[in-house]
């Protein structure tokens, strides 16, 4: 009776955490389409040198953000390991965060009343480890050059 009673809080507990997960996941897809319409003015290219003329000077901007990686996504991946294949679960924890990356970045460019940034570069990082040395937040870096014009 106490094992059928542990697996049931088991699933409750996943279940709980997949529709908190997804609900929280759609709202900043939200957030996230809402900004990219509203920043849409300024262009971020990863080409290294401009061809604009007219350049008063150049600002390094950058943007960047950490995310957590929740159980349930954890769990899925970890599931994902035992057969193989692409762990979907951390995809869409990456693409939400390079795309808040680059709006952070686009935030900061607009503020230096810029509308173009070159040079788009990222970096990618784990910094803090959870159970057993696995990732527990990542950090994503969107850093590159804004032009600002006369």
């Known amino acids: ?3 059928l009673f542990t697996l049931a809080s ?3 507990l996943m279940i709980l955490g997949y529709l908190f997960g997804s609900f929280a996941e759609r709202r900043h897809y939200q957030s996230i389409w809402t900004r990219e319409a509203q920043y849409r003015h300024i262009v971020v290219v990863n080409q290294r040198f401009p061809r604009e ?4 000077g150049t600002q390094l901007v950058m943007g960047s953000v950490v995310i957590s990686v929740d159980y349930f996504k954890r769990f899925l991946a970890t599931l994902r390991t035992l057969v193989g294949g692409p762990l979907n679960s951390y995809e869409s924890l990456l693409d939400r965060a390079r795309r808040e990356a680059i709006l952070r970045l686009q935030a900061e460019a607009e503020q230096l009343h ?3 940034v070159y040079n788009l570069r990222f970096e990618t990082s784990s910094i803090s480890l ?8 990542i950090e994503v870096l969107a850093y590159g050059t804004a032009l600002i014009q006369e």
Do not use: A, H, P, Y
């Open 1 to 3: 009776m106490e094992v």
């Open 10 to 12: 088991f699933l409750l």
């Open 53 to 56: 003329k007219n350049v008063r």
């Open 114 to 116: 810029s509308t173009r």
């Open 130 to 137: 959870g159970q057993n040395d696995r990732i527990g937040s």
